[in-house]
């Protein structure tokens, strides 16, 4: 079963195609003099658009969309072109509509059963069935004197780490003590770097 809108006021109309109010007139009063009924019904003392009138909106922001304008939209009577339309004409029944629909559906869903019955099939009579093949994606090598690196450019620019972070550029999980010595550089505790204590990083002077 196919889900329908059965009326939208001119304030639906607006969200449901992105355009302000006077645009939305603008198409009404082109729909009408194309020859569509476009006078919406009072419906709980609001002004409504049936299914069919909605139908027949959505297709002409199709063509919209498209790039074209109201006046290469077909008239309602003699028209014989209505492809932008979902019904073949405004008046023709949803159930047509909703048949046609069900019907791609069930055509759908009996191919699945199909595949599913022949993979089923292949499993009991012995046949092998090709495996799946799953690639994982290729991850860099990782750069082992990245730390070093980064070691060497606080030393450089006089940067302030914390715990956490010289912690985690010498491959620790703490760091105690007033200073560190670790790959030629050494770790001084200076003060406080916000929750954490501060450690200043300079080379360590060959002995």
């Known amino acids: 079963m196919t889900t329908e809108i059965d009326s939208l006021t001119i304030k639906d109309f607006e969200s449901r195609y992105g355009v302000t109010r006077s645009n939305i ?17 009072k419906q709980g003392g609001k002004s409504v658009f049936n299914a069919d009138q909605i139908a027949v909106m959505d297709a002409l922001d199709r063509m919209l969309k ?7 939209f077909p008239t ?8 932008y339309v979902s019904q073949d004409k405004p008046e023709l029944s ?3 509509q909703d048949s046609k629909t069900e019907n791609g559906s069930i055509m759908l869903f009996a191919g699945m059963i ?10 009991i009579s012995g046949r092998p069935v090709p495996p799946v093949e799953v690639k994982l994606p290729e991850l860099p090598p990782s750069d082992p ?12 620019r006089g940067w302030l780490l914390s715990t956490s972070q010289v912690a985690a550029l010498l491959g620790v999980k703490s760091v105690s003590g007033k200073t560190v010595q670790r790959f030629g550089f050494t770790f001084t505790r200076v003060g406080k ?3 954490e204590s501060a450690w200043r990083v300079e080379q360590t002077p060959n002995v």
Do not use: F, H
Request: charged share 30%.
């Open 94 to 96: 949803r159930r047509t």
């Open 193 to 195: 770097n916000g929750a």
């Open 76 to 83: 309602a009577n003699g028209a014989s072109d209505l492809s």
């Open 114 to 123: 199909d595949a599913i019955a022949t993979k089923v099939a292949d499993l």
């Open 25 to 41: 007139y603008n198409r009404i009063n082109g729909l009408k003099e194309k020859g569509y009924r476009m006078e919406p019904e």
């Open 66 to 72: 498209d790039g074209k304008s109201i006046a290469d």
């Open 145 to 156: 004197l990245s730390n070093l690196r980064s070691i060497q450019e606080a030393c450089d």
